[in-house]
């Protein structure tokens, strides 16, 4: 027959299992390397201009070793102001 008590000590080992199971998969897994990241502010009015810094910016990090993650364009009033670029390391 099942009795509270067994109920309640039935799930009490599953949730332990359950809770111990990432911690065995963490020991067996090396940690990434830690990475840096940076973000650069390209102000600039207009795609072109802003394009233009941008490449050279690009090419700049590259060689620096740096690799491209993001870049997030700044606009007010639907004016370009420039543009965010983050690179990781």
């Given at each position: ?9 039935a799930i009490a080992v599953l949730a332990a299992s359950l809770g111990a ?69």
């Amino acid at each position: 027959m099942n009795s509270p008590i067994r109920n309640l000590l039935a799930i009490a080992v599953l949730a332990a299992s359950l809770g111990a199971a990432p911690l065995a998969f963490a020991k067996d897994k090396p940690l990434p390397p830690a990475t840096t990241m940076t973000t650069v502010y390209v102000e600039g009015h207009g795609g072109t201009a802003v394009t233009k810094d941008v490449n050279e910016l690009h090419a700049k990090m590259e060689a620096e070793g740096w690799k491209f993650a993001s870049l997030v364009l700044h606009t007010e009033n639907g004016d370009t102001k420039g543009v965010w670029v983050s690179y990781t390391k």
